[in-house]
RNA sequence: GCUCCGGUAGUAUAGCCCGGUCAAGUAUACCGGCCUUUCGAGCCGGUGACCCGGGUUCAAAUCCCGGCCGGAGCACCA
């Protein structure tokens, strides 16, 4: 019944169903509380995107809330067009949140809960260098600096704050256990000095805490209910939970994965600036790299991003890397029906035609769906691919598509002789794409992995395409997805030039 | 090196907690067919996997032990 009067909701209502993310442990309707916690210290890329879309299915299935919050701590490392290129970036990808903040609003939040660990002992000011604590910490033995009394250490802190210690000199730890099989319970650094201003805060601080204090606090007072993060930091749930409990706060529920990683594609910070030193890739921006900026040049729709985040991850510790085919093929799905279809040959060569009517055509920007069409004029000469002609000998049929069939006369170097057929399409003759001589060039940039399996760069990361476009070309939008048919799907990447960018087949 | 975590078809996953219904489901890739004025999309069918070895049990992908392989952490980064 239901599927004579609607069968697309019902197909639609099943795909729903099947790409459902599993349920969230401990998760009441209503108040679950999730958030996005980005260091704007680097341009965002598919893994923050991805783990961001986790956050936002999750916040939005249960009717919960989102923050955008931003970890920025290190005024060393962040820098203020990083927030807005994650800000940019999460709205692509349709992520909306509910609130937004930036930690080093709460410095003196975080200075009050210091105070307090340390009239409560449980924290202490160390001067030993990094590399005696980190022998410590490996040794599990604890310096002399953690038996200071509490006056010391409280009058050790005011000095850290005041500017009469200066950087390096000295840091805030949490008496933990340096006894714990969990090397991070072995007194962490809490707050360490930083002389370096801050794009937002400016120097108004110069002591600045540590991810996990900030982190544990943060979770806390912002009523996070669950948190989702890669599993580099599952050895971080003990420690911060510690912290919270120490301060009196609640502890959310951790749900861990591993991280994102795409084959043949760098998406550490530092590998991909020394790329971009190097000049082997262009920009952050370069179609080769998952950075958002990259996958939005790349022709990658977001929606596509989401739906394989729903139906191809998997909530596991287990290592993966995504092949990029598996995205490709959604992306693909969902390219179809809304891509104009064009025609551009590459490699082309010129057919002249015997006998061929003078015609002025009107070709389908879609074959099945309404968007629109285009008007050709064709004499007797037209471009064809150089590839469909291998093989061909005299009196072979070939059929421009939308035209006439034409038979193989004689092939030259960059010439060819037809003879026209017949305007009727003949059953088994090959289908080709043609231009006419009022064509336009066009240049297609071919971007694949930057490494290849055996870790070494790829060569042809980035391969050119030149050929003709059909005149209509100049009709398509900068970022317009459209497929040039028989060779793929293409992404115009300039406003004015012709360049494309190839997407996939 | 130490500590934790994990290993299901070519790839990505479901199942594992609460052993049997799993002679292992899905997606993608591949092969074949249908459809199609694209080498795209769609439809139908097919090939293909529980890391290895022991143990527990009437019964193990599921529980236990060992091995091998992989990942994460061992920062005054997050």
């Known amino acids: 019944m239901l599927e004579e009067i609607a069968p697309t909701l019902l197909v639609k209502h099943k795909t729903k169903e099947e790409k459902r993310l599993p349920p969230l442990p401990n998760a009441e309707f209503g108040k679950v509380v999730t958030r996005l916690p980005p260091e704007p210290s680097g341009y965002m890329h598919i893994g923050h995107a991805m783990s961001g879309i986790l956050n936002y299915i999750y916040a939005k299935m249960y009717d919960g809330k989102l ?97 009469e210690l200066e950087e390096g000199a000295a840091v805030l730890r949490l008496k933990g256990d340096m006894t714990s099989k969990n090397t991070v319970m072995r007194d962490p650094t809490l707050f360490r000095i930083i002389e370096h201003p801050h794009p937002i805060v400016g120097d108004k601080y110069r002591v600045w805490p540590t ?62 600036r020394r790329l971009i030193e190097q000049g082997i890739v262009s920009r952050w921006d370069d179609p080769r790299l998952a950075t958002v900026d990259g996958i939005k040049r790349r022709g990658l729709l977001p929606e596509a991003i989401k739906e394989f985040t729903i139906s191809q991850t998997g909530l596991t510790y287990t290592k993966r890397v995504y092949a990029w085919e598996l995205l490709y093929a959604i992306n693909r799905r969902m390219l179809d029906p809304i891509a104009k279809r064009y025609f551009f040959v590459p490699d082309p060569i010129l057919v002249e035609v015997e006998g061929a009517p ?14 629109g069409k285009r008007l050709v004029h064709v004499g007797n000469k037209l471009y064809i691919p150089r590839r469909d002609l291998q093989g061909l000998k005299k009196g072979d049929v070939l059929r421009l598509k939308y035209l006439y069939n034409i038979s193989i006369k004689d092939v030259a170097n960059d010439f060819v002789n037809a003879n026209f057929v017949c305007r009727e399409v003949i059953e088994g003759v090959p289908i080709v794409q043609w231009v006419t001589e009022d064509y336009v060039n066009v240049r297609v940039f071919v971007p694949d992995v930057l490494y290849q399996d ?30 040039f048919e028989r060779f793929g799907f293409c992404i115009r990447d300039d406003a004015n030039a012709l360049d494309f960018i190839f997407i996939h087949t």
């Open 67 to 163: 923050w955008l919050r931003f970890e920025d701590t290190n005024p060393r490392k962040v820098k203020l067009e990083y927030y807005e290129n994650f800000r940019k970036g999460y709205k692509w990808f349709g992520i909306e949140w509910d609130y937004e903040k930036c930690n080093s609003e709460d410095l003196n939040l975080y200075y009050e809960y210091a105070n307090e660990l340390i009239r409560k002992g449980l924290a202490y000011v160390c001067f030993c260098s990094k590399e005696e604590m980190s022998k410590g910490r490996f040794m599990m033995v604890g310096c002399a600096h953690r038996e200071q009394p509490v006056q010391l250490n409280l009058s050790l802190w005011k000095e850290m704050l005041s500017g």
């Open 211 to 272: 991810y996990d204090i900030a982190a544990a606090v943060e979770d806390a007072i912002c009523g996070v209910t669950h948190v989702l993060r890669s599993s580099e930091f599952a050895l971080r749930d003990e420690l911060q939970n510690y912290i919270r409990s120490l301060l009196g706060l609640q502890n959310p529920v951790f749900v861990e994965y591993s991280r994102f990683e795409f084959k043949g594609t760098p998406l550490a910070k530092r590998e991909i």
């Open 358 to 371: 003078e015609l002025h055509v009107e070709l389908p920007l879609h074959p099945s769906e309404p968007l």
């Open 454 to 483: 055996n870790g070494e760069l790829n060569p042809d990361s980035l391969k050119i395409v030149h050929g003709f476009g059909e005149k209509a070309c100049i009709e398509i939008k900068h970022g317009e997805r459209v497929q």
